[in-house]
């Protein structure tokens, strides 16, 4: 029988290639996002597409009441806006809580029910480096730390019964890319071994690793994906 995963922002940049991996592998796939427009894989017979905003933290319990056993669950969707502190919108740090932190906490509470009544399941959680060393963007920094530290929190409360951890990526060649500042983008690309951006499949292929073939001992474990790098 398939093994299920859910993927969440798995129409695009480190999503899709996460999305493509678990085909090959042969799992059931339900991908959630905003919208489908242009993804590769709307008519894929192992790929059930969920359109669904998820900063409506109150509709993601009955979401997953009503989509049956999942075996991974990988929390990928966010979003960074480069804003001052001292200019960031109320609706914008509101947002980013929501989309980067809450709704991962309350995916990861939800879907482990089902795990912990099976006695096993992996979560993998996308995080940044933003959240280990700080970031100009204060709210996107402080979402991507909570979420490395949900990690660790659930690992003690699942205790055998999931393997949990997250990555660390520094800035990845996707879309998200493009709201980060000329200036900052040279001054990182100086500071790595390759003198490049990680690529979408890069942190992807770790991610799909802990979520199943990475050694059980493995949990609670944030993996950095930097490249030798610590960009201001």
Known sequence: MKKTVLIT??????????TKDFLAL?????????????FEFNDH?????????????????????SLGPIDVLINNAGVMYSLPY??????????????NLESPMKLIEEVS???????????VNNASIAGQIGHPDVWYGITKAGLI??????SKIFGDKIVINAVAPSPVDTEMLN?????????????????????????ATTIVWLATESPEYINGSCIDINNGSFPR
């Open 86 to 99: 001292d200019a960031y919108p109320d609706d914008k740090i509101q947002s980013i809580l929501k989309l």
């Open 9 to 18: 922002g798995g129409n695009k940049g480190i999503g899709l290639e996460v």
């Open 113 to 123: 029910k089902g795990m912990i009544e099976k006695g096993e399941g992996r979560i």
């Open 26 to 38: 042969d799992y059931s796939i339900i991908v959630v996002a905003r919208d489908f427009q242009g």
């Open 179 to 203: 709201v980060i500042p000329k200036a900052r983008q040279e001054a990182f690309l100086k500071s790595v071994i390759t003198k490049r951006f990680a690529t979408a499949k890069e942190v």
């Open 149 to 154: 530290n949900a990690t660790k929190s659930f």
């Open 45 to 65: 017979p192992s790929v059930k597409t969920i359109a669904f905003d998820l900063t409506n933290i109150d509709g993601i319990a009955p979401l997953i009441a």
